[in-house]
């Protein structure tokens, strides 16, 4: 079984071919980075003028890279939601052309559940241990920080999640105070890794026994810090502030998540999404965690179609058909997913 999937929810364009829902065949990644880096941050309206212009070279190079053609795949899958909707309808429709035109099934792919399944993706046989059921899987992307227990296959109970901004979201806006550029998490990482995480004592938002996330008031703290470092007249210690920021997102991270997963027996953990590609918090769950870590190979972290092609197989093969009228779902959760399947 062979999908090729479309991927146009934020600021990349990408599509991809994987073979029975794990093998890489092919993935490209046309990212739009450098526009929306003068901005501070994604420009809709630009993203989804982007998307346009790149989405169908985009697809051609996957095909290429795939050394496959249209009639040789068994279906198009493409992210329906969540995301920002100009950009989905670029991503949706593109799909729905090809599908039309060669007669395909159509798959819509929620792109949070294409962070899940990157854990399965791998490029060099042999493939890579499954994660194992219940997993405990926490996703922390640009617009989202879910926890979610997933007992089988394609279903989700939602735990908890961010109260205010997401982690990756929270990275972005320190990272703009420190005046680090966009996008934050890596530039952070990059400026923290000499620096001290213990140098500045930002709290930590624990929530009780909840299973929720607060980023708003450790936000709120670094921008006290460096205004009242600036008020000083001092240069700002960015890469102090910056790990110190870091240890912070990652302790609450990383302690609630396997606490999550002891409290519901969880037999591996899981974790995906733009975030996970930090050095800290793949290093530190690994090393705290007693059962197995799956986090995806850091090109799989980061938005991209091969995620949406490994979860849009699982669906195909679950009987999913999607109409050509399929409209996009910019708020789509996780966790009330509708699937009839036929
Ligand atoms: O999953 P993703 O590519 O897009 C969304 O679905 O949102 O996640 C993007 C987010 C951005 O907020 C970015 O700052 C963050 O992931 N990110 C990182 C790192 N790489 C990307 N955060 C921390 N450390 C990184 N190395
Ligand atoms: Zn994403």
Not at 234 to 247: C, G, H, I, N, R
Not at 288 to 309: G, K, Q
Request: hydrophobic content about 45%; some cysteine.
């Amino acid at each position: 079984m062979r999908i090729l999937a479309i991927e146009t929810s934020c600021d990349e364009t990408a599509a991809a071919v994987v073979e029975d829902g794990r093998k890489l065949l092919s993935s490209a990644v046309a990212s739009q980075v450098d526009l929306h880096a003068q901005y501070g941050g994604v420009f809709p309206e630009m993203a989804s003028r982007q998307h346009v212009l790149a989405v169908y070279p985009i697809v051609q190079q996957a095909l290429k890279e795939a050394h496959l053609s249209l009639d040789e795949l068994d279906a198009v899958a493409v992210t329906r939601g969540p995301g920002l909707p100009g950009s989905l309808v670029v991503g949706v429709n593109a799909a729905k052309g090809l599908a039309l035109g060669s007669g395909l099934p159509l798959v819509g792919v929620n792109h949070l559940e294409g962070h899940i399944y990157a854990a399965w993706l791998y490029r060099q046989e042999p493939p890579p241990e499954e994660p194992r059921f219940p997993i405990l899987a926490l996703i922390v992307s640009g617009g989202h920080t879910e926890l979610v227990l997933i007992r089988e296959h394609l279903r989700y109970e939602r735990l908890g999640g961010t109260l205010d901004d997401a982690a990756g979201e929270a990275f972005d806006k320190a990272a703009r105070m420190m005046g680090l550029p966009y996008p934050g998490g890596p530039a952070i990482q990059r400026a923290g890794a000499e620096g001290d995480p213990r140098a500045f004592a930002f709290p930590r938002a624990w929530l009780g026994d909840s299973w929720n996330f607060s980023f708003s008031g450790l936000k709120t703290a670094v921008l006290r810090q460096v205004q009242s470092l600036k008020a000083q007249r001092e240069t700002l210690p960015v890469p102090d502030l910056a790990a110190s920021f870091e240890a912070a997102v990652v302790e609450v991270l990383v302690v609630k998540t396997l606490r999550a997963a002891e409290r519901f027996g969880a037999a591996s953990v899981l974790v995906a999404g733009g975030v996970s590609a930090n050095r800290r918090p793949r290093q530190e769950i690994s090393l705290r965690s007693p059962l197995p870590v799956h986090i995806p190979p850091l090109e799989f972290c980061t938005d991209n179609a091969a995620m949406i092609a490994a979860a849009g197989s699982r669906r195909f093969a679950a009987g999913q058909r999607d109409a050509l009228g399929m409209d996009v779902l910019p708020s789509w959760p996780l966790s009330e997913m509708a699937f009839a399947p036929m």
